[in-house]
């Protein structure tokens, strides 16, 4: 089976416990170091855009800095208002120390 898995970034280089932007493309992905392992979402809120990467994370939600909206950042499914969409995620994992994410589909 062919191995399209790409890399962001090695896991050293985040920070523990918390999210860390990584540019990708046109993209920035937030990486999130979950007390359940690491997940990737799109950073950008759904709600009006804000970088989630500047929010508060506690190791499972992330809340948005603008106007509080919260997700949890292992499902993307949106948890407290203004935010009612979920967010993109991204099919993660980590390999030899880096973490990499499932090729997009458009
Ligand atoms: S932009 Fe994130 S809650 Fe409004």
Redesign the pocket.
């Known amino acids: 089976m062919a191995d399209n898995w790409q890399t962001l970034i090695s896991q050293d280089a985040l920070e523990p416990g918390d999210v860390t932007p990584v540019p990708f493309g046109e993209l920035v992905l937030a990486v999130y170091d979950t007390v359940n392992g690491i997940f990737v979402s799109d950073s950008r809120?759904?709600?009006?855009?804000?970088n989630?990467c500047d929010?508060y994370f506690d190791g499972k939600h992330i809340e948005?800095?603008?106007?509080?909206?919260l997700f949890d950042a292992r499902t993307g499914q949106a948890k407290a208002a203004?935010?009612v969409r979920p967010l993109k995620m991204f099919k993660a994992r980590v390999e030899n120390g880096f973490v990499q994410i499932a090729p997009i589909s458009k």
Not at 45 to 50: E, L, R
Not at 64 to 69: A, E, R
């Open positions: 809120c759904t709600h009006a855009g804000a989630l929010g948005c800095p603008l106007h509080q909206g203004p935010v």
